[in-house]
C-alpha cells in the first residue's frame, strides 16, 4: 500500500485555504495533509488547524521552498502531491495523478489539466468553455518559461496523455524516489531561490537525471493565478526581485552547452532587455544582480554535482526548448 502525503506551503491565504482543504477532504484516495505557514497574520493558521492536518507555523517568512523542504522532510511517503493553498482538486484528481506514474514507469511528477478560478472558487468560463491555467510548464529559448495552454479556452485541444518538460508547482504529484535523487544538501527544492521559478528549476533537473514528466488531462482542479507577464508592474517587488534573481540562478546551475546553442542569440536578447527594463523602469529588482554575484562560487558547486550526475543526453533536453510548447506522446 502507497503512502500520499499533500505538501501545502501557506502565507495570508484564508480566502482559498478552506476551499483547497476541503477539496483534499473529497479526494478518492487516502491521504496525508502537512502545511508549512509563513508567518501568516490572518486566520490562516486557525483554519489549517481546524482540518485533519499537521501544522507548522514559522514566526517568519521562510519561503515557498523553505516549507515545502521542511515538509518533505521526514520521508514518510511514497508520493508527494506539492500543492497551492489556491487550488480546488475535483475528487479523483489525486487518484488520477498517482496512476499515471503508475502506469509511465519512467515519469517522476505528474500534473492534470488546471483552470483559472475566480476568488469566488468558481471556474472561469469564457464563450461557454473553462479558461485553462496549465497543462505542463515549457521553456522557450529566451530563457522564459510559461504554463501550456494558460490563458486559452478548453476546446480539447489537451486530451492526450503526454509528456511534458514539467508541472506547475500548483499542482504537482512527484515520487519520492525521483526527489530523492536530486536531493542536494536536505534540500528538494532550491532554498536559494525562495520563492518563484522553483518548480521549473525541479523540472529542469529531473529531465537532466532522466526522470519524465507526464500530463494526465482526468485530473482536474482550478487555481487561482496571481502571477502572470502582463500584470508584473503591479507586483509586489519581492516577487519580481526573485523572479529576476531565480532566472539566472536556474540557468548557472542547469544549462549546459546544448541548450545554450538551441537558445542563441534570443536568449541574449532577452537579458538585454530585461537589464534596461530594470535599469529605467525596475530599479527595485536591482539588487538581484548582486545576489547573484554573491551567489555564483555556491551555485558552481550546484553545476557540477547535477551535472556530473545527469543521465539525459544533452541534445535531448535542448529539443525541449522552443517557442511553441513541446509535448511528446506516449
Same mark, same amino acid.
Given at each position: 500500500?502507497?503512502?500520499? &502525503?499533500?505538501? #501545502?506551503?501557506?502565507?495570508?491565504?484564508?480566502?482559498?485555504? !478552506?476551499?483547497?482543504?476541503?477539496?483534499?477532504?473529497?479526494?478518492?484516495?487516502?491521504?496525508?495533509?502537512?502545511?508549512?505557514?509563513?508567518?501568516?497574520?490572518?486566520?490562516?493558521?486557525?483554519?489549517?488547524?481546524?482540518?485533519?492536518?499537521?501544522?507548522?507555523?514559522?514566526?517568519?517568512?521562510?519561503?515557498?521552498?523553505?516549507?515545502?523542504?521542511?515538509?518533505?522532510?521526514?520521508?514518510?511517503?511514497?508520493?508527494?502531491?506539492?500543492?497551492?493553498?489556491?487550488?480546488?482538486?475535483?475528487?479523483?484528481?489525486?487518484?488520477?495523478?498517482?496512476?499515471?506514474?503508475?502506469?509511465?514507469?519512467?515519469?517522476?511528477?505528474?500534473?492534470?489539466?488546471?483552470?483559472?478560478?475566480?476568488?469566488?472558487?468558481?471556474?472561469?468560463?469564457?464563450? @461557454?468553455?473553462?479558461?485553462?491555467?496549465?497543462? @505542463?510548464? /515549457? /521553456?522557450?529559448?529566451?530563457?522564459?518559461?510559461?504554463?501550456?495552454?494558460?490563458?486559452?479556452?478548453?476546446?480539447?485541444?489537451?486530451?492526450?496523455?503526454?509528456?511534458?518538460?514539467?508541472?506547475?508547482?500548483?499542482?504537482?504529484?512527484?515520487?519520492?524516489?525521483? #526527489?530523492?535523487?536530486?536531493?542536494?544538501?536536505?534540500?528538494?527544492? %532550491?532554498?536559494?531561490? /525562495?520563492?518563484?521559478?522553483?518548480?521549473?528549476?525541479?523540472?529542469?533537473?529531473?529531465?537532466?537525471?532522466?526522470?519524465?514528466?507526464?500530463?494526465?488531462?482526468?485530473?482536474? @482542479?482550478?487555481?487561482?493565478?496571481?502571477?502572470?507577464?502582463?500584470?508584473? !508592474?503591479?507586483?509586489?517587488?519581492?516577487?519580481?526581485?526573485?523572479? #529576476?534573481?531565480? $532566472?539566472? &540562478?536556474?540557468?548557472?546551475?542547469?544549462? %549546459?552547452?546544448?541548450?545554450?546553442?538551441?537558445?542563441?542569440?534570443?536568449?541574449?536578447?532577452?537579458? #538585454? @532587455?530585461?537589464?534596461?527594463?530594470? &535599469?529605467? $523602469?525596475?530599479?527595485?529588482?536591482?539588487?538581484?544582480?548582486?545576489?547573484?554575484?554573491?551567489?555564483?562560487?555556491?551555485?558552481?558547486?550546484?553545476?557540477?554535482?547535477?551535472?556530473?550526475?545527469?543521465?539525459?543526453?544533452?541534445?535531448?533536453?535542448?529539443?525541449?526548448?522552443?517557442?511553441?510548447?513541446?509535448?511528446?506522446? &506516449?
Amino acid at each position: 500500500m502507497f503512502s500520499l &502525503l499533500v505538501s #501545502l506551503v501557506t502565507c495570508n491565504d484564508e480566502s482559498f485555504l !478552506r476551499g483547497c482543504l476541503e477539496s483534499l477532504h473529497r479526494q478518492s484516495v487516502p491521504l496525508k495533509i502537512r502545511i508549512f505557514d509563513n508567518a501568516s497574520v490572518d486566520r490562516t493558521v486557525e483554519i489549517a488547524r481546524s482540518f485533519d492536518a499537521e501544522v507548522h507555523s514559522s514566526a517568519q517568512n521562510r519561503g515557498f521552498s523553505f516549507g515545502h523542504n521542511r515538509n518533505l522532510e521526514k520521508g514518510d511517503f511514497d508520493f508527494c502531491l506539492v500543492l497551492n493553498a489556491d487550488t480546488v482538486l475535483y475528487p479523483d484528481c489525486a487518484e488520477r495523478l498517482l496512476q499515471a506514474l503508475h502506469q509511465v514507469k519512467t515519469a517522476g511528477m505528474s500534473g492534470g489539466k488546471l483552470f483559472r478560478m475566480t476568488t469566488e472558487g468558481r471556474a472561469i468560463i469564457r464563450n @461557454g468553455y473553462g479558461v485553462l491555467d496549465s497543462t @505542463g510548464i /515549457f /521553456f522557450t529559448p529566451s530563457q522564459r518559461h510559461f504554463d501550456r495552454g494558460a490563458g486559452e479556452e478548453d476546446r480539447g485541444q489537451y486530451e492526450r496523455r503526454q509528456l511534458v518538460f514539467g508541472i506547475t508547482g500548483a499542482m504537482m504529484m512527484c515520487r519520492r524516489t525521483m #526527489l530523492e535523487e536530486l536531493v542536494f544538501e536536505g534540500e528538494y527544492f %532550491d532554498e536559494d531561490f /525562495f520563492t518563484y521559478r522553483e518548480d521549473a528549476d525541479l523540472a529542469w533537473r529531473a529531465q537532466l537525471r532522466g526522470w519524465k514528466a507526464v500530463y494526465e488531462p482526468s485530473a482536474v @482542479g482550478l487555481h487561482f493565478r496571481k502571477v502572470t507577464p502582463e500584470v508584473r !508592474r503591479s507586483l509586489p517587488e519581492a516577487i519580481n526581485y526573485h523572479s #529576476l534573481k531565480n $532566472r539566472y &540562478l536556474m540557468r548557472l546551475k542547469n544549462m %549546459d552547452a546544448a541548450v545554450r546553442r538551441r537558445c542563441f542569440p534570443y536568449m541574449w536578447f532577452r537579458d #538585454l @532587455g530585461i537589464l534596461a527594463y530594470t &535599469l529605467c $523602469r525596475e530599479r527595485s529588482s536591482l539588487p538581484a544582480y548582486c545576489e547573484i554575484w554573491k551567489l555564483r562560487r555556491k551555485f558552481q558547486t550546484k553545476r557540477r554535482l547535477v551535472q556530473e550526475s545527469r543521465r539525459t543526453r544533452p541534445a535531448d533536453v535542448a529539443q525541449w526548448f522552443s517557442f511553441q510548447p513541446q509535448a511528446q506522446d &506516449l
